[in-house]
Structures are given as C-alpha cells and as structure tokens.
T-cell receptor, first 117, second 110 residues
C-alpha cells in the first residue's frame, strides 16, 4: 500500500491568486495523478504527473492553468493559477502502487479543499 | 474503459447485507472490475477488484456474472460507517488512471 499526504488540507484564497498543493508519498511510485472534485460532483482526472518530463493533461485542462511538477518518485505539486470561484473544489493526489492479488490499485490522498472568493 | 451504470442511491439497515449492483455490459475480456468508495470529505478508498471469479476480502465480496456484463458488491454486515458513495470502475489499460462515474450513495440506517 501507499500512504499519501497533502498540504495544505484546506485553504481560502482570493481570486486572481495562485495556490500550490503538495503531495508526498511514503514510497517511490511510478504513476502519480491529480484529480479535481467540484462540489457535489464526482472526481475528474486533471493530469498524470510524469517524473522527469512534462505532465500529461486530460481534455479540458491546460498547463498554464494547472502547472504540475514531479521532481522525484515520491513528491509532486499542483498549482492552481489565476484562481476564480469556479476553481473551488477538492483537489486529490493519487498514486498507483502494488496491491493485493498481484494487481496494482490506486491510492488517494486526503484531498485539499480549496475555496476561492 | 468500459462504461459503468450504477443506481444513484440505495438504503440499507445497519447489520444487514448491502448489495450494490453495477452494469458494465461493454467490458472487454481483459478488463478488471474495481470498486472504490468515498466517505464524505475523504479521498476514495479501494475496496476490491476482480476479473471473472468471485472475490472476497476483509471488506467485501465481489460477485461477477458469468458473462461479465454486471457485478455486485456485497457488504455482508453494513455499519453506519459504511455510508459512502461507492464507485464501480473498469479502468481498462491502466488500473491507476481511473474514470469515476457518479457512483451509488449508500446510506446505512440505524
């Protein structure tokens, strides 16, 4: 299994500012992902954080708005840039790691609850 | 990824079995079925997965039909702490990169 921590756990920000969210894993993992969960909605994948190369973004998400860093196999950051109230969401870090029955599974961090005023 | 269909909500009495259905009629032969749950204000939690055989672990049992077009997650003795949104996912090529649908909100009542 993998234990994931995120900082900050929550924040309230002013529109037009940026916030960087950190994700720390207790073991080296190849695959790291960032998800967004808007109020009352399900999770949506933002991007795959690739170690040593640029992140791979899903449709509807761009690097200028959500720059991602992945300096090593245990750490990643997601920045929410030039925030607007529509960015108010829970942002979750996820990793793929070895699981039971020889089949890997996804593990999720506790999330960062962001409110933009 | 195979599209999955789940009822939006279900109720269950505490101590009884909770049976959560999922339809995945377009699943391909090598796609696994995964179940996650999200308790309010927490990150999703892995529950169980399977390919074609029924599976059981300390949390739940997974029953997959012979044609693999549907499955049922069984919580044998539901508790109030099992109240959560349950997601059935068939991740296809990547079992880490997950596409979440709306899931089923299971409410366990005292």
């Amino acid at each position: 299994s993998a234990v994931i921590s995120q900082k900050p756990s929550r924040d309230i920000c002013q529109r037009g500012t940026s916030l960087t969210i950190q994700c720390q894993v207790d073991s080296q993992v190849t695959m790291m992902f960032w998800y967004r969960q808007q109020p009352g909605q399900s999770l949506t994948l933002i991007a795959t954080a690739n170690q040593g190369s640029e992140a791979t973004y899903e449709s509807g998400f761009v690097i200028d708005k959500f720059p991602i860093s992945r300096p090593n196999l245990t750490f990643s950051t997601l920045t929410v840039s030039n925030m607007s109230p529509e960015d108010s969401s829970i942002y979750l870090c996820s990793v793929g790691a070895g699981g039971t029955s020889g089949r890997a599974q996804g593990f999720f961090g506790p999330g960062t609850r962001l409110t933009v005023l | 990824d195979a599209k999955t269909t789940q009822p939006p909500s279900m109720d269950c009495a505490e101590g009884r079995a909770a049976n959560l259905p999922c339809n995945h009629s377009t699943i391909s032969g090598n796609e696994y079925v995964y179940w996650y749950r999200q308790i309010h204000s927490q990150g999703p939690q892995y529950i169980i997965h399977g390919l074609k055989n029924n599976e059981t672990n300390e949390m739940a049992s997974l029953i997959i039909t012979e044609d693999r077009k549907s499955s049922t997650l069984i919580l044998p003795h539901a508790t109030l702490r099992d109240t959560a949104v349950y997601y059935c996912i068939c991740p296809g090529g990547s079992n880490y990169k997950l596409t979440f649908g709306k899931g089923t909100l299971l409410t366990v009542n005292p």
